[in-house]
């Protein structure tokens, strides 16, 4: 069981859920800082790219969310440009909150590492794209972030042992327990993989973080006490509006809770510094039994 707690830093994973509109981006950024969040991330994809012709031009599989006729234009409507990341960055620093995103190929990666956030992320459904893990782990001065959902032990192992090809995992790879599913039951979130990855890979790797996708927040905390340094939830103004990530996501409320509660626990999780502590003395002298 972990015994030394260092404090929790909670990433506001707002990736799609601006629906395309750069303004409604930004307002999540100001709530996430309002919420105490410690990062607003978004995700960069080039669609033509990552897509094969037939992906791009094939209708959205679920339609009453589709920003477009086809997946490719769905996207598109959805992707901003580099210069616009750029300003999303200027705008959160601005108001003290870190940028950060997840990018999902090479020229996505390109752009995201001349913005030089702190860290950048690569999507579980990425982190078998050895030329995109090779451009961040050689050309990226930063930390990298990877997630391990849907992603085999083996799978696992291959990406730890690629960034300790060049001595770099320990100092600047963090990895993350995730399950992908939006949203994911918890019978489903399987939180002892935290502590699996850190008995695995606590000497090889920088941190373990979780990744979230269930409802609520009270399991956050169980991940954090098992050993995540980073909490990675995604976040909506309102759960209702259209897109697929919505429904996964906390709002403002919930966001607020989560960050306070991680906090807290923060705060608790510590052995007594004395046998007796000062707020115990007083009430020790006054109830404490005493034979007659």
Not at 172 to 200: A, H, N, Q, W
Request: aromatic letters at 10%; glycine letters at 6%; a neutral charge.
């Amino acid at each position: 069981m972990k015994t030394q707690y260092t404090k929790p830093k909670v990433i506001a994973e707002i990736g799609c859920n601006h629906m395309g509109d750069f303004e409604i981006a930004k307002e999540l950024i100001f709530l996430a800082k309002g919420c105490g969040a410690d990062y607003a991330k978004f995700q960069k994809r080039n669609n033509k790219a990552l897509l094969t012709e037939e992906q791009y031009n094939a209708p959205h599989p679920v339609p009453y969310n589709a920003y477009g006729a086809t997946y490719g234009a769905h996207r598109e409507f959805l992707e901003f440009t580099k210069e616009q990341h750029a300003e999303l960055k200027a705008y959160a620093e601005s108001i003290n909150i870190q940028y950060t995103t997840s990018v999902w190929d090479v020229i996505s990666a390109k752009e995201i590492i001349e913005l030089n956030p702190h860290f950048i992320k690569v999507p579980s459904a990425c982190n078998n794209n050895f030329e995109l893990l090779k451009l961040l782990r050689d050309d990226y001065k930063g930390d990298v972030h990877v997630s391990f959902g849907m992603t085999t032990q083996a799978e696992e192992d291959t990406v730890v042992d690629f960034f300790e090809q060049t001595n770099t995992a320990k100092n600047r790879l963090v990895i993350y327990s995730c399950t992908s599913g939006y949203p994911v039951p918890f019978k489903d979130v399987c939180l002892m993989e935290i502590v699996r990855l850190k008995e695995k890979f606590d000497n090889r790797v920088k941190e373990v973080g979780f990744s979230g996708h269930h409802l609520g927040i009270a399991i956050d905390l169980v991940a954090y006490t098992l050993g995540a340094t980073w909490i990675e939830r995604h976040f909506t103004k309102d759960r209702t509006w259209k897109g697929t990530d919505h429904a996964a996501s906390l709002e403002m409320p919930g966001l607020q809770k989560m960050v306070r509660d991680l906090q807290h626990s923060f705060d608790a999780l510590h052995y007594k510094s004395s046998e007796i502590l000062t707020i115990e003395a007083e009430q020790r002298n006054k109830l404490k039994y005493r034979k007659v």
